[in-house]
């Protein structure tokens, strides 16, 4: 029985943020996220009080993805950052908590909301312009010729997540994993149109975190039969491969809304199964050795196929159908009811079972110069192993990196107490932030030191690790008044060593994090009315 | 714990609280919580009634994880300590306790870390560092089994010997000794298991044969040291003793092996390794040395000229839970033990010595089932054209046809790995066909493997090529060779040809011991596995607790920071290098402490001490005698063999040799310091889904988002 309801009509609120509850759910928010900001942040636990998963975070990712907010602007700002995580995966607790520090700054100046956007947005662009420029004092190349560079970079990423419960060692390993899998994906020739490979993260629960590794090509499930032994081959060195993206399960195909009426004495289900026999039929006699299915695959057909020694991998799952297809050069059919182009069939050179743990993997392996290649990833449980790969994405650094935990090129002062509170909530331990007078980068001091002492006694180096103290600097307060400062490029005084201890952000992400963070505190500063519909 | 709250609307929603101000509520649950599961440690174990009072429903347990399986966790620390064991428990499905235990202790180390006003950030590096150097170190004292199956066959060796050079006094008891070691022998060769109450006598016996060869074997030890001997691997000869002529030639009848000695040999180690780590669960580590003897017997059987290390594969070991019978009856036997109806026992009674063609079915056998992934279609009419005048359902003409399909293939075994349809049962009894419901999938992988049957999904699939042979089924009989009938149900046997699947039936009279004694036999077989897979063992019965809380007292005793990698990490703790040595003594004592509280709940719970204190006194003064003049690492191997200190908790177990898993133990240890520090370094819970009424209740502990 169907009920009717009459629609309510939209509800409708001004000025969201003179709300003095919308305020208050802010803060909450913008203290959860800061509190879980840099390498000693706290956790958070997300549990659903039914017995659920519990997840233990400190990642933007999962901490606005796990939390369901109930004001639009909360949605609205979680939104754009899960945006920008989605890009970059990194920078997204940066972004969001800028945000909100933007926002609540702005709404204690009590001017018209219109003429502080735009002193924002020129801000934004003066900002990113200086970032951009080649005297911006927290800007490092990377150097190519070693790894040191991109190993300090990944190895930030991981550092900053303190959930992964990895120690030293542990954290070293896994970088230097996560980078050689990174290099793996780079072409060996530079075409016109060269471009990177995939790298594809197999999780594995349960294994300590030294068993992670990096294969070339893919691992799948395994199958429940497997012919190794008497694989139908190419020549010795190939194996032919079919790829299916569309379901062999032997279901009808959708008829829509319609209704099909078919009569007692014939039986679809066989009509479909013939079907798929006879595209196994021509798998067979094209010297097909492995058949990939996205979906499922009928167990009549699996049957017949094992027993001509053609392997059958089934239930792929899309996310692997792209590496797939690009690692065998195979083209994905989408359909069995005619017979299979010739030119779809794709190459591996070999297939091979590999274990870690209990759980047994099929090892696709491609040619010579592919470009895919599996990360394995192991860590001891489900929350650490979740955590651990909200880490592994350090694509789009192949540009230039900056380290950027300090940006006081200040105009107005709201602005620049954002930035300040934001770099100032590294530190949880009720220790001090300074900013030294020549290059504003970031210094701590501990939280019980002697009072009467100087700055000069109780720092060593800076936050990022790129400059240690020397006479001529001076120091101030993070957050107090202190004098003007043009953060100059006076690259003397770097080290000309390896920088195995930077702390490195990459410069892409950060800046389009900043943006992404400006832009969005525009527009809800913007906000007059908003509109629910709330059937 | 402060409360916060702002919202007065009543929409289901997320809320937070906030955890750590002041005193770190986390924690303290963890403590809490890891109190309930200290009963459970050592050899002496409290078992638990948990109790459901709105159903008056209860369950018995001896373990942690199941501990915590059955309890209703609501609280989000409660569920993450959950997770861990149970994770835990599924890679190396034993060690939750020392897990739990270890994870409550040094929760309150925390707590008093905290109290002291020490940073986290510092406490999160030197524990984890501590752990990770005592870790190193205590892999460094790991026992090779080699060395232990070699100090077996020295005990045997130097038994023979004393039975020649002895004096008749001594000669007496030495016979007394080997005779028991005989019986001993002959209780585990014969292919049944005494019962527990029996059981508990002969483990009593053996630890005192044990208890003397232990004795014999350090003199041996000693003297081969000081006149430079090597220990290598000599087998000798006991031409001596008619006890062990006679012993042999027992084995030969049993074993029927051509490789007997060397064969009968690794028999006696696994004994006493596995003795070693059955932790005072003698009823299923018998159970296992059983299953071991059956399945190393039938590699040897299968391959002669095979003389690789020992066989023991958990994969190939299934339980079957038999009610209602007495313990006494519990044994292992080869092949899959399973209960079917009595027709069908009947069926199987007449198919005895008979070889079987076998096929496998992969799902159900039933018309309604399809595969994984076939979701059919909803939209699809079917329209009968003729009015069928038979009267026979869809579900009798498919049984029909299956039927059909079987006698064809002249099937006689049906094995189903999910239920199979009870009318195609009924008629196939009829037509000598036997089916049996249920098998693991690992039952069907073996006898695919043994009888080279391929399973289908459908019986429709079925050809001369999935028809596997070489099967046979007979009546499950207990030891006085009777059958068992339960609930209309008979135990009936199947087994591959030359398979090495092996069944443990455990039975019990009491029901609700059924589920504790079958956790016990495969944590006994997990045991043995991983000792024999990772082929090194710890020493047991404290002994490595000991020895870390002598290697934390070493490190504190260091003035400077050197331990593991603190200088390297990362840069936020370059400012507290200065911090850490200042509290490093603080956290690594109360660290130490957490491994002293667990060696005083062993000798609590194993009635060694009757209070804490006392316990606490005899660790403190054997940790005082350990120190005097003995350098710290390396301690080698024969050392710790030798260790002349009184052993806390196996004094009264006279002396015998107790065995810990190395990798089981170091993981504990991690996941349950993990645990800790995810907790300490947790400051906000966030709720996702409270229900309006949640939130009006709660409404002073909330922050609405």
Known sequence: ????????????????????????????????????????????????????????TSSSAVLLNGVPLSHPMLKLLAASVMNHVSRFSDSGLFAAILGCTLIENTQRLNMASSSVIKIYRQLLSLSIAYLNSEDCSCRVKVDFRSSQTLLALARTVIASKPACMLTFKEREYISSMVLKAFLRTVPCTVGPN???????????????????????????????????????????????????????????????????????????????????????????????????????????????????????VDRLGAALMEPLVQMTGAQAVASYQSSVPSNCYGLLKDVCVVSFGSKELLHLIPGEDSTVCSLVLCNRNETTLSELKCTNRIDDVLSDLACSYTEYQLAVDSFCRSLESLARSLEHNGGESLVDLSHGHRWFIQASSPLDSHWRDLVNRCGCGLFQKHQSLDWAILGDKYPSLTPGADRSQIEETTPHLFVLDSFPAKINALQIAVETANLILDLKYIIQDVN | ??????????????????????????????????????????????????MDQSCCEAALTYSSFRLLENLDLSSAVGQLLNETVQAHQKVFNTGTTSLMFLAGAWSAAVLECLHQGIPIPVIVAVMSAGLESCTEFCKGCAVPIEDIARKTDCDLGKQAQACSTMSPNHLIDVQKCSCLQQGQLQSITRSTISAVSTLSQTTAVKDECLGLQLKVFTQALSTRSSSGEKTTKTKIKLTHSRHFNSKDANSERLLSSNSLSAGHHRDV??????????????????????????QAQNSRKRDYSLRTGPSFDVCKIVTCVLPGICEEQSCVTPGFVTLVSIEQATLANHFKDQNLRVVLINGDLSERYRHLGFNGSSNIKNIIESPDLSGSSLEDEWAHDALTALLSLKVNLVLVMGMACPILMETCVKHN????????????????????????????????????????????????????????????????????????????????????????????????????????VFPGAGRLEMLCLRYIQKLIEEDHVTFCNLDDDNTSSLWMTKHVSHYKDIILQLMSDGWKEYLATLMCNSTMCTTQLEAWTVINQCLGNMCDGVSLPPVSTPHLLNCSYSEPASEKRGNMDVYDNVTVKVEAWRRALDVVLLVLQTDTEIVTCYSAGEVEELSSALVLL
């Open chain 2, 269 to 294: 180690s696994i004994t006493h390794l596995a003795v070693g780590l059955s932790h005072g669960c003698s009823y299923g580590m018998n159970l296992v040395i059983e299953a071991y003897r059956l």
């Open chain 1, 1 to 56: 029985m169907s009920r009717l309801a009459p629609k309510k009509p939209s509800l409708c609120s001004d000025g969201p943020l003179t709300d003095g509850e919308v305020c208050q759910k802010l803060s909450v928010f913008r203290e959860i996220l800061k509190s879980c900001y840099g390498p000693c942040g706290r956790l958070k636990l997300i549990h659903n009080n039914r017995g659920g998963r519990v997840q233990t």
């Open chain 2, 1 to 50: 714990m402060e409360k916060i709250s702002y919202s007065r609307r009543k929409i289901p929603g997320f809320g937070c609280k906030v955890l750590y101000k002041g005193r770190h509520v986390g924690l303290q649950q963890l403590t809490a919580l890891a109190q309930a599961g200290r009963t459970f440690l050592g050899p002496t174990k409290s078992c638990k009634f948990i």
């Open chain 2, 433 to 536: 066909i036997l089916i049996v419901q249920w098998g693991k999938p690992n039952v069907l992988k073996d006898f695919a493997e043994t009888t080279g049957a391929v399973p289908v999904a459908y019986i429709t699939q079925l050809n001369e090529y999935c028809v596997g042979g070489g099967a046979c089924v007979s009546l499950w009989r207990t030891l006085g060779g009777t059958t068992t009938e339960s609930a209309n149900r008979v135990a009936i046997c199947v087994t591959g040809n030359a398979s090495s699947l092996v069944t443990a039936v455990i039975t019990s009279s009491v029901i609700c011991k059924l589920q504790a004694m079958e956790d016990q036999f495969w944590t006994c077989a997990h045991r043995l596995n991983h000792a024999l897979k990772e082929k090194t």
């Open chain 1, 194 to 312: 060269a471009c990177l490979g995939k790298m594809v993260v197999v999780p594995i629960e349960g294994n300590i975190a030294q068993d992670t590794t990096v294969l070339t090509g893919l691992l799948v499930e395994m199958p429940e039969a497997l012919p190794l032994s008497n694989t139908k081959r190419l020549s010795s060195s190939c194996i032919n491969v079919a790829v299916f993206n569309v379901s062999m399960s032997g279901d009808l195909p959708d008829a829509a809304d319609g209704t099909v009426e078919i009569s007692c004495t014939v039986s679809p289900e066989a009509a479909i199964l013939e079907q798929l026999l006879r595209v196994g039929k021509q798998m067979v006699s094209e010297h097909v050795g492995l058949l990939v299915c996205q979906k499922v695959v009928h167990p009549v057909l699996k049957q017949y196929l094992q027993e001509q020694h053609v392997i059958v």
